[in-house]
């Protein structure tokens, strides 16, 4: 056992002698995740109070659906509506072409008459109904047909996020089923007005009546709510985490390079000894690691007006999942530092294959945004399974039990790439050579 | 010198994984107890992998090794206790100190505690680079680098050291005490085996020496001998480049 400490002892001072080296994987981790947090948190906030993404309207209506629309989209906070440029009023072909150029990112056109179209189709359905009440038979209202429509086209730069265009979307479509109904309480209130002269309509507009409130279960801690800050703190966390492959590879190549292994390997100690003694200390620089950006999360987000990390109560949970989290992502790195012959090849492939895990994992865009197929491999993503525990000891109270399916995963993930290692290092050994 | 033999190879035969020629070809030696055995030959000959097998870091594809009686292919665990290896290129922790890395290298041979200090300290002092022990070995001349290397290999006092021309590229002041040091170990009981293009100091220290060349010993036997053996070439140098011929080698 003297023999890993001392193995321990000697990777903790190669370490330590590389001071630069060592606050780098402290510092750069940490400054990731504050201007990560920034880019994402501050960017959506910013725009809430500061609308910034420009939106051309053509409004060729020139009536209630128009005015409607752009006050709709003026009140969301988000866009800045222009009708006019350089003083002259926007036409359809102008906006097309300004969006075609990638000047401007959307553009609204509300064709003529939309609003009459509406009007128009709204009395027909509303004479049909109150007609109804008052001719039960023989009623020839019935027969007056409308199905008129109206196109709304919007331009969208192809090179908007395709998410951004569906909220968009759903925004536009919200407005225009808001205003179709208000026509048609507005359309009922002027039959029934014709029908009974001593019909008195309501003196304000109909108001909606379903209201949504959001809740975010969260076991004992209801208030817990879900922000950019809770998905990129511990995602980031684990991307760094990870990126434990490129030093550590380094390191593995840079012993093989010096000829230091050649004399290990002639003395009577297992390889196994020696890089288990690099994974523990490697481990303990991954979770200090980890516990500076959960720190940042906590103390330093909020200091940008940035909603702090909340990690739950469970700490033990945390820890043990640091622990193993750590485990996995320094079995990924023995196995291509065991694999990779030089530097070269180890950095290629280590940082390569740590951003297609990290994306696979939904570290990037949450894995119920993915296609299908992409959702089922992501399940096989490490980072994936340690992004879930995490989340769910910040957010959901879980227990060490409710994460236990996880801890195992990466387990069994450390122990696959600890035998991957050892078994290449077995076929493909100096020995052998 | 005894009469025992500490190692024992037989018809050894070594082929590098992706080349046809054999790097050595059916090698036969017995090596004694106490002896200095010097391995000679030109680069490429298959010094260095006759050295590499018996220390087990290359597995041959025939033949067999006895190392104070124990078989390599199975003991290789057991054997790594009794022997040292100075490889031919500095193998040590550049951002270490002297002491850092010896206290390691110790370590993994079992040393530990006062022991492993005194005898570091012992090590340091014979190579006269006590005031060097704190210095980072990045920061140590090669010659200092040489001595470290070598101090590494002996410090669990193995029965057989072996030393990949040890002396390679180091001033004389240093070469002189690596090798007086050497006799000493020997006369202490060690079997020193060593490689060396120095015909002059293998001729010095060695009992006894095999010229190797393309894989095959093609002579063996005390410098002295082979020198009054092959008088028309006054020493051992001019036998060897007589055996091995003056073309140059790869």
């Known amino acids: ?433 | 010198m005894s009469d025992k033999v500490i190692i024992e190879i037989r018809d050894l035969v070594k082929v590098y994984k992706g080349s046809e020629e054999p790097a050595i070809k059916g090698i036969s030696l017995d090596i004694f107890q106490g002896e200095i055995f010097g391995l000679l030959g030109p680069n490429g000959a298959g010094k260095t992998t006759t050295i590499s097998i018996l220390c087990g870091l290359f597995r041959p594809n025939s033949g067999s090794v006895f190392i104070d009686g124990l078989d390599i292919h199975s003991n290789l665990n057991k054997i790594k206790h009794i022997i040292g290896v100075v490889p031919q290129d500095v193998a040590l922790y550049p951002t270490l100190t002297a002491w850092e890395n010896l206290t390691f290298f110790g370590n993994m041979y079992g040393l530990k505690g006062g022991r492993l200090k005194e005898k570091i300290a012992e090590g340091l002092h014979v190579f006269g680079l006590e005031k060097h022990a704190e210095k980072k070995i990045a920061n140590c001349s090669g010659g200092i680098k040489r001595r470290i290397n070598l101090i590494a290999g002996l410090l669990h006092n193995p029965k057989v050291i072996f030393l990949d021309e040890p002396t390679v590229g180091i001033d004389v002041q240093s070469r002189v005490v690596i090798l007086d040091y050497l006799k000493e170990l020997n006369q202490k009981g060690t079997t020193v085996i060593y490689t060396s293009h120095y015909m002059e100091e293998a001729e010095k220290l060695c009992t006894r020496v095999a010229i190797i060349d393309r894989g095959k010993v093609i002579s063996m036997g005390n410098p002295r001998e082979l020198v009054a053996e092959h008088p028309e070439f006054k020493d051992l140098e001019n036998i060897f480049l007589h055996l091995t011929g003056k073309d140059l080698r790869d």
């Open chain 1, 1 to 433: 056992m003297f023999k890993y400490f001392s193995a321990c002892r000697k990777e903790s001072l190669i370490l330590i002698r590389d001071l630069a080296g060592l606050v780098m994987l402290f510092i750069m981790p940490m400054i990731m995740v504050m201007i990560l947090a920034l880019v994402q948190e501050q960017g959506w906030s910013s725009l809430s109070k500061d609308p910034s993404i420009p939106v051309l309207l053509v409004d060729e209506d020139h009536d209630t659906l128009g005015a409607k629309i752009q006050e709709g989209l003026k009140s969301s906070n988000i866009f800045k509506i222009y009708t006019n440029l350089e003083g002259k009023p926007l036409t359809r072909e102008v906006a097309k072409a300004l969006i075609a150029k990638g000047t401007y990112n959307i553009a609204v056109i509300i064709p003529r008459e939309s609003t009459r179209i509406i009007r128009h189709k709204v009395q027909v359905m509303v004479t049909q109904i109150v007609s109804g009440i008052m001719m039960p038979v023989d009623n020839p209202f019935l027969d007056i047909q409308s199905n008129d429509s109206i196109n709304i086209s919007i331009y969208f730069d192809p090179g908007i996020k395709g998410t951004f265009k569906y909220a968009f979307m759903a925004s536009m479509k919200e407005y225009s089923m808001f205003i179709e109904s208000t026509m048609i309480f507005s359309s009922f209130n002027t039959e029934l007005k014709k029908m009974f002269p001593q019909y008195r309509p309501p003196k304000s507009d109909y108001k909606e009546s379903v209201f949504f409130t959001e809740i975010f279960p969260a076991g004992k801690d209801e208030k817990a709510v879900p922000s950019t800050t809770q998905h990129n703190v511990p995602a980031w966390a684990l991307f760094a985490m990870f990126f434990i492959v490129i030093p550590m590879t380094g390191s593995m190549i840079k012993e093989r390079d010096e000829g230091s292994m050649i004399r290990i390997n002639t003395m009577p100690v297992s390889y196994f000894t020696i890089f288990m003694a690099k994974v523990s200390v490697y481990a303990v620089v991954c979770i200090i690691q980890f516990i500076l950006m959960v720190l940042a999360g906590r103390y330093i987000l909020p200091l940008a007006n940035i909603p702090a990390l909340t990690i739950g109560s469970n700490y033990f949970g945390i820890l043990l999942m640091m622990i193993v989290s750590s485990l996995a992502a320094l079995g990924f790195a023995i196995a291509v530092g065991t694999v990779a012959r030089t530097h070269q090849q180890a950095a290629a492939f280590g940082v390569v294959s740590v951003v297609v895990l990290t994306a696979l994992g939904g570290l990037w865009v949450p894995v119920y945004l993915m296609p299908e197929v992409m959702r089922s491999i992501a399940l096989w993503s490490p980072l994936n399974w340690a992004h879930v525990a995490f989340i769910d000891l910040f957010l959901r109270q879980a227990t060490i039990v409710d994460v236990l399916p996880q801890i195992c995963k990466l387990l069994i993930f450390f122990a696959v790439m600890i035998s991957i290692a050892l078994f290449y290092r077995k076929i493909n050994s100096p020995l052998n050579s």
